[in-house]
């Protein structure tokens, strides 16, 4: 059964830092992309992140590069996203997901090539 598992959310004021985990079971982690998503009230899920299965490549949303770091830990089977200089406009569920098996660059912001989503952490930024 593939399971993800979010944590590491919470509340914090604009400027802050926040790291984010995903641990996740049930299919041989290290030969995925894996992505991590956010979605806010009435909005529509939005791409951050996505790292190829051996940390050598990542792809970020330009309103979150230069803040947010990406990386995973194939011996723990856990995807980070590091998260620094938080804005209010960052405050949205977060999602992780198993992507593709390949690196398809830009493509990797689609959401369709996700599959397996987590239940999501919530992180919400104040003012």
């Known amino acids: 059964q593939v399971q993800l598992v979010e944590s590491g959310g919470g509340l914090v004021q604009a400027g802050g830092s926040l790291r984010l985990s995903c641990a996740a079971s049930g299919r041989p982690f290290r030969t995925y992309v894996m992505g991590w998503f956010r979605q806010a009230p009435g909005k529509e899920r939005e791409f951050v992140a996505a790292?190829?299965?051996?940390?050598?490549?990542?792809l970020y949303l330009d309103s979150v590069k230069g803040r947010f770091t990406i990386s995973r830990d194939n011996a723990k089977n856990t995807v980070y996203l590091q998260m620094t200089s938080l804005k209010p406009e960052d405050t949205a569920g977060y999602y992780c997901?198993?992507?593709?098996?390949?690196?398809?660059?830009?493509?990797?912001?689609?959401?369709?090539?996700?599959?397996?989503w987590g239940q999501g952490t919530q992180v919400t930024v104040s003012s």
């Open positions: 997901a198993f992507g593709p098996q390949t690196w398809v660059g830009d493509r990797l912001k689609e959401k369709s090539l996700y599959d397996a």
């Open positions: 790292i190829r299965w051996n940390g050598a490549s990542t």
